[in-house]
């Protein structure tokens, strides 16, 4: 069964609107999770890494005030994409690492369509 | 330049047929290294670690060459189900993320 729960898997919003995903680590805890976005066609690119007590660290290019990343728990990251726009459609997945194995674990993904 | 390149593709393959990716990667620090295999609106799954030694999984063949900073990945007798977008992945040590090439779209034809 899937060790890391991404939700939710499927959201259209109207243009303007805040849009929260949520990442569980299921069995273990993820002191480190990543966030990624693919648009079609694309790599996977690497949004910020969420680390569990302290800020993110976001990559060149990537808004910190428009995607807030919130890492409270060993099995929770949230990422919340503010005031969303048409160009914010895209596939976001999140990932929890397994320390202690060195694995990263994938969450299913969430499509995220802004009208 | 991409830290991960791959040839995009699509391969067109009929059944049966052996078909191989490569894929090259800059950063000399990377220190493991994958094959993740992605299904269309899916997240991507692993499908072998790549050893220096090179590593054979059923069908699936992958080598690694440092020196020239190579990763392969060999798939023999292709099914139908083979078709997806193989993604060559690469890691540096410690709490770091996966990166991510564009991978490659393969399309086995019955």
């Known amino acids: 069964g899937a060790v890391v729960s991404q939700h939710p898997s499927w959201v259209i919003c109207k243009s303007g609107t805040s849009v929260k995903i949520e990442c569980r680590s299921l069995?273990?805890?993820?002191?480190?999770m990543f966030w990624y976005r693919q648009f079609p066609k694309q790599s996977l690119m690497l949004m910020a890494t969420?680390?569990?007590?302290?800020?993110?660290?976001?990559e060149q290019g990537v808004e910190k005030d428009k995607f807030l990343i919130n890492h409270a728990s060993l099995t929770l990251s949230t990422l919340t994409v503010t005031s969303a726009h048409p160009e914010d459609s895209s596939f976001y997945i999140c990932s929890a690492l397994r320390f202690a194995k060195n694995i990263q674990y994938f969450g299913a993904g969430t499509r995220l369509s802004v009208l | 330049r991409k830290e991960v390149e791959q040839d995009p593709g699509p391969f067109n393959v009929p059944e049966g047929a052996t078909v191989a990716f490569n894929c090259t990667y800059s950063n000399s620090a990377s220190q493991s290294f994958f094959w993740y295999r992605q299904d269309c609106r899916k997240e991507p799954k692993l499908l072998m670690s790549v050893y220096s030694s090179g590593n054979e999984d059923g069908r699936f063949t992958a080598q690694l060459n440092r020196a020239s900073q190579y990763i392969s990945l060999l798939i023999r007798d292709s099914k139908l189900s083979d078709s997806a977008t193989y993604l060559c992945?690469?890691?540096?040590?410690?709490?770091?993320?996966?990166?991510f090439g564009k991978g490659t779209r393969l399309s086995v034809i019955a």
């Open positions: 969420s680390n569990e007590g302290s800020k993110a660290t976001y």
């Open positions: 069995d273990f805890q993820a002191t480190t």
């Open positions: 992945v690469v890691k540096q040590a410690g709490n770091t993320p996966l990166v």
